[in-house]
């Protein structure tokens, strides 16, 4: 069946450092793709999302490429700060059919001054 | 604007009982879904809502779980005789419509089976 697979944490970054979260899926069709961010106390929030293969979501300079050959869908930002510290899922929509997101495990991130 | 919001957002029960949980979703939202985050499994599927059509229940892990949706709007997830496998926290997402791309998070109910 559909799955998704993403780096396991926890990760612990200095502010200012690189951030790459890997998150690769199964699936029979193509699939729209996303990223999904919990804050600590708050509910799950919508990063960035891509629908077709090669489609780039960005969203607070977080960005994530559709790789349809790789089957992946990467999580990127330059420069994180403090307050990204969250817990970041990656997740997958199939086309037609059910319409429920099908998520990886999360990541949980902590940046340090 | 409002969000989802779900209630209570903590609920401690002794094993054998049966709990109700509530959602209030985005006034218009027609979709509604329920999922379950826990430690071991992660966030997984329970139940979609879709306006008036027949829910998919793909997701229920087994028949002690059941949701209802009353016109179109609140939904209820019912846990009967609760396991102690049952404790997570239960998130209620909503969406405007089939084809939206986006579904709305609440802050979930923390259910403890003891």
């Known amino acids: 069946g559909d799955s998704v697979t993403q780096m396991e944490g926890p990760v612990t970054l200095s502010e200012e450092a690189f951030l790459t979260i890997n998150c690769t899926y199964t699936a029979t069709g193509y699939p729209s793709l996303f990223w999904y961010v919990q804050y600590p106390g708050e509910g799950l929030q919508l990063l960035l999302k891509a629908t077709k293969a090669d489609d780039k979501g960005s969203n607070k300079g977080f960005e994530a490429t559709y790789r349809k050959e790789t089957t992946s869908f990467h999580l990127e930002k330059g420069s994180v700060q403090v307050s990204d510290s969250a817990v970041y899922f990656c997740?997958?929509?199939?086309?037609?059919?059910?319409?429920?997101?099908?998520f990886g495990k999360g990541t949980k991130l902590t940046v340090n001054p | 604007g409002a969000g989802v919001s779900q209630s209570p957002s903590n609920k401690v029960t002794e094993k054998g009982k049966d709990v109700e949980l509530r959602c209030d979703p985005i006034?218009?939202?027609?979709?509604l879904y329920w999922y379950r985050q826990s430690l071991g499994q992660g966030l997984e599927f329970l139940i979609y809502?879709?306006?008036?059509?027949?829910?998919?229940k793909s997701g229920l892990p087994s028949d002690r779980f059941s949701a209802e949706r009353t016109g179109g709007s609140v939904s209820t997830l019912t846990i009967q005789r609760t396991q102690q496998e049952d404790s997570a926290v239960y998130l209620c997402?909503?969406?405007?419509?089939?084809?939206?791309?986006?579904?709305?998070f609440g802050p979930g109910t923390r259910l403890t089976v003891t």
């Open positions: 997740a997958q929509r199939s086309q037609g059919g059910s319409e429920k997101l099908v």
């Open positions: 006034s218009g939202h027609t979709a």
């Open positions: 809502f879709q306006g008036n059509s027949a829910p998919d």
């Open positions: 997402a909503s969406s405007p419509d089939r084809a939206s791309y986006e579904q709305y």
